[in-house]
């Protein structure tokens, strides 16, 4: 059974930080691009970093480059999301993402989501 699950969301100041992670199960981590995806209400879900799985390089949404930072632990099938210097238009529901394309097959798998709230 795939299950990719989120922790780490909560309420924080802005200025503050949050460090979210994404355990994954039930599929081999290792070959998938990682992504982190958020909502906020009345809004589309949109990009807002993600990893590859061979080389590791990164791609950050321009909203929050230089503050938030992505990484992945492939022996612990975990995907992490730093944030730093987190403003109120951070607030959002975040999702771990899971994609991989092989052999003409697509996988895609979607974790349930965790709120970030960040309001004085």
């Known amino acids: 059974q795939v299950q990719l699950v989120e922790s780490g969301g909560g309420k924080v100041q802005p200025g503050g930080s949050l460090r979210l992670s994404c355990a994954a199960s039930?599929?081999?981590?290792?070959?998938?691009?990682m992504s982190w995806y958020r909502q906020a209400p009345g809004k589309e879900r949109e990009l807002v970093a993600r990893?590859?799985?061979?080389?590791?390089?990164?791609r950050y949404a321009d909203s929050v480059k230089g503050r938030f930072t992505i990484s992945r632990d492939n022996a612990k099938k975990t995907v992490y999301l730093q944030m730093n210097s987190l403003k109120p238009e951070d607030t959002a529901v975040y999702y771990c993402?899971?994609?991989?394309?092989?052999?003409?097959?697509?996988?895609?798998?979607w974790g349930q989501g965790t709120q970030v709230t960040v309001s004085s």
């Open positions: 039930g599929f081999t981590f290792s070959p998938y691009v």
């Open positions: 990893i590859t799985s061979a080389s590791g390089s990164t």
């Open positions: 993402n899971a994609f991989n394309y092989a052999g003409g097959y697509e996988s895609n798998y």
